[in-house]
């Protein structure tokens, strides 16, 4: 018997079918005693059926009626699922974010969550009834509908377990877990049984998108154990044990805080991101403020930057080198031109075909030498590296796009990732 | 300068075209100085997606779930209105039923308004903002979402502009108003400029279906004027007086109380109903609560009852009949057989090939001889009646169903409709 937290995302919920195998799902939760909570998206295509339709009426529709729109595709699930569930016999209701009372600053598009009321999902769950939250959504103060931007059904998840302090947050998806690095580079990658808050922001920020940041931010604030499995296995009871795998199949990856328990690998995974590009100012002349003055106009084109690297100066002039998304290297170039004719800097030099490749793990606080064992490793295969970032768990280099795939197999090879410790 | 509470129904708002026309619409009434609030029911064919989407999965849906389900039709196409408008530089704001806090009873699928908040639409109006509202749906005291079922955004529109003290309700669709009877049968009908509420509820229910009948009785009850429209005209202010037409387009169909303006006609139209089908009983033994015994069954198997007629009894037993819809016809002569052997009635006869025909006027509360001239125009044409039912301002007559054109032209012509009085 547990209070558990589950969220089925779009993919999950998207046909009448797949609704219908979700039910099937929370009904065996509730056979074993599990008191469940649900959290849904929209149907897959719902939103971006919602999206075209503001699109088509307004370029930049405005904020608070696009939350008012979009919010009706979980709505629309909630309903779906609640009436499959009291077709089973199951005892269920539906919730928006207004009617569960799911508190949002007023920041419309993306509202960040300030509180839940809990005392009508206690009421239900009292009651042996299932409650079928829609995520994405809140209301703030003055009863405006809010949404919390995409991707934010895992966030609403991880809020109600913490609200309601539940032993477990399951995030259903469609991979069965958090791999060591992604399969389709390197086929021997593994699933990790278990994996830390910490090294899952690191890998989500780095390409292993099967969690969104934010909620994984909010799991650890708040202790919420999370798990994310897939929603095409057999259900597998997280509240009998802790054990990696029952009968029914797969338990998914646990995401927690580091313990004990926890297994004594060096490194977690292997992320990486083939979208990268980089771009060098070079003989800057080495002030104070200067990095503002170079980054301060990329910021205000809405570029996001990725690395920064500036390395000691010499002759009073320095380089200075960045990393972006690939599709803005060609503005970030343009303003980076203009900045550098005004700070006398001598060129301006990039390149839009480089890869960054990660190694991920809080084993490697305590363990000297993780770095060198890399270097090594990209070294006898060849691989040049053009940069290298680290930070207390992570260290980074971007090489060559050529090597994506030749680097990452390297490296979890060389770091024993296939075999579990 | 009025308010006036505008409602567009599915077809005005069916496609992003559509709903940008509305806010042109909307626009002009602004520029003319009036306070608008907006109903408006969901997108033409949502509805129905979202129906068959429920029936999927449930051929009896969760009546608390249908409603989550069914409300978010009106709630894109308020969200959308609003954004149109918003974009016009005209200041909008959407409400949900829940948000405008439309007060309803419990009974989810036909639920009942209570009450209505006005100070949020009032602080909205002052501040010169184009209220949106989702008709069609409401909360009940327990936050749980509820719909009117379906044509109820009517009924919104009347309730809001009831709680307004609005000085005009418009319900905008896709005839210009109300016509003396159907134009299809009768090329000569003509639009009528006024009718009042007891004559619009007689032709309504016999199938004049402009309105619902709910919002036509809520209107009567709060005495909001309630104005029919086509929402493909241009705009005629009801505001500036109430003639007939203006420059811009015909003002509709006025629905009020009776007043000296009232065109005096004996006759505001004729309304008629194909799908009526008769069944008699005859030879049942004449006993108090004869009535109830038949009527009784037929009510239980959810069979509505139209016309009854039961005349006076000769040797002991009376013949009852009743006229129900064509396609209950003969589930109801089946449950009809079974109380005729029960009764120890004679005989169960029936025709499913009649239709009804009615001449509708608060004139004829004053005026002999209208019945006369009505059977004596129908004579003439050789149409033989078979049923005659009275109310205060209204005659119906059953006839075969291949007199229904020729019956109606005959009355229409017989009563002078055609000409404006």
């Not at 595709?73 to 569960?100: C, F, H, P, W």
């Not at 079928?132 to 931007?149: K, S, Y």
């Not at 095409?232 to 338990?251: I, L, R």
């Amino acid at each position: 018997m547990a209070l558990i937290v589950q969220k089925f995302g779009g993919t999950s919920v998207g046909t009448v079918d797949r609704i219908e195998n979700v039910a099937d799902r929370i009904g065996k939760f509730r056979e074993h005693g599990d008191d469940i909570v649900v959290v849904v998206s929209a149907m897959s295509g719902e939103t971006n059926r919602l999206v075209e339709l503001a699109h088509s009426i307004d370029e930049k529709p405005e904020a608070r009626e696009y939350d008012v729109l979009l919010s009706t595709g979980e709505q629309v699930t909630i309903a779906l699922l609640s009436m499959a569930l009291n077709k089973r016999g199951i005892s269920a209701r539906s919730y928006t974010g207004t009617q569960v009372h799911i508190l949002t600053d007023s920041t419309h598009n993306k509202a960040r969550i300030l509180s839940i009321e809990e005392k009508k999902m206690r009421t239900d769950l009292d009651k042996g009834r299932v409650i079928v939250v829609a995520g994405f959504q809140g209301v703030d103060e003055h009863g405006n509908i809010t949404t919390l931007g995409r991707g934010g059904s895992d966030t609403t998840a991880v809020a109600l377990a913490a609200a309601l302090k539940a032993d477990e947050c399951q995030i259903y998806t469609d991979v069965d877990g958090v791999y060591t690095t992604d399969p389709r580079v390197v086929p021997e990658a593994r699933r990790l049984e278990k994996i830390t808050f910490e090294e899952m922001l690191e890998m989500a920020s780095l390409g292993s998108k099967v969690l969104q940041i934010r909620a994984v931010e909010f799991a650890g604030k708040y202790n919420v154990p999370l798990r994310v499995l897939s929603s095409f296995d057999e259900p597998a009871f997280a509240s009998a044990d802790t054990s990696d795998k029952n009968a029914d199949g797969s338990n998914g990856t646990l995401i927690t805080y580091e313990d004990d328990e926890m297994e004594q690998a060096l490194i977690s995974g292997i992320a990486f991101n083939r979208d990268e590009a980089k771009l060098t100012i070079l003989g800057v002349p080495d002030r104070p403020g200067v990095a503002y003055s170079i980054l301060g106009p990329i910021g205000d084109s809405n570029v996001e930057i990725d690395m920064i690297i500036q390395n000691i100066s010499a002759d009073g002039t320095t380089d200075f080198t960045f990393t972006v998304h690939r599709n803005d290297y060609v503005e970030a170039k343009e303003v980076l031109s203009k900045v550098s004719d005004e700070l006398g800097a001598r060129e301006v030099v990039g390149d839009d075909k480089i890869v960054k490749i990660s190694i991920v793990g809080v084993g490697m606080r305590s363990h000297a030498g993780i770095a060198s064992k890399m270097f090594k490793a990209l070294a006898e295969e060849g691989i040049n590296i053009i940069m290298i970032s680290t930070s207390e768990i992570k260290i980074s280099v971007v090489v060559d796009e050529k090597y994506l795939e030749l680097g990452v197999r390297t490296l979890h090879s060389a770091f024993g990732l296939e075999q579990k410790v």
